[in-house]
């Protein structure tokens, strides 16, 4: 006796098995574009954390010291300060006089006035504008620019990639 006779394989048949195939695939695809998308909004959500962490843990480090605390996008200091202060921003400008230390963790820091104090800076740039003067000095944490237009009259220290200063 002879195999058994096998029943011949229509077009029909190999177009349905052509379209599982094709379904299975989309299917395979759309799964593993799921999870890299999972996974990436979870980093974004990750780096956002650990960045309000390191934001957080600047300025408490400081309001365990006394300073209060100072928050906002874009500020415009326009009235005396009185007392040690941490500023959190993006962009933080110093139009009034500064009596006391300050601590600013901010993309952009310019210092138009007179400050009567020490400064710690984090940040991308700090510019001390042409007309001002910082008395103390400014401790640096990785910063981008120190740009010096004006007078610091104590020590620039700590990890930053360039400074300018301005010949007077």
């Not at 952009?108 to 740039?125: P, R, S």
Request: with cysteine; aromatic share 6%.
């Amino acid at each position: 006796m002879g195999e058994p006779l096998k029943e011949p394989m229509y077009a029909d048949d190999q177009h349905r098995s052509s379209r599982s195939l094709v379904a299975g695939l989309l299917l395979g695809c759309g799964t593993l574009v799921c999870i890299a998308g999972i996974l990436a909004c979870s980093g974004i959500v990750f780096l956002g954390w650990k960045g309000y962490t390191q934001l957080d843990s600047f300025a408490r480090e400081f309001e365990r010291r006394g300073y209060t605390r100072a928050m906002g996008q874009v500020m415009d200091v326009t009235d005396p300060i009185s007392k040690p202060t941490v500023y959190v921003a993006q962009v933080v400008k110093f139009k009034a006089d500064v009596h006391g230390d300050l601590a600013l963790m901010a993309q952009v820091v310019e210092i138009e006035a007179t400050v009567h104090g020490d400064i710690d800076f984090l940040g991308q740039v700090l510019t001390v504008k042409e007309g001002a003067v910082v008395k103390g000095d400014i401790r640096v944490r990785g910063a981008q620019v120190i740009n010096v237009q004006g007078v610091v009259e104590g020590k620039i220290t700590g990890t930053y990639q360039n400074l300018r200063r301005n010949a007077s």
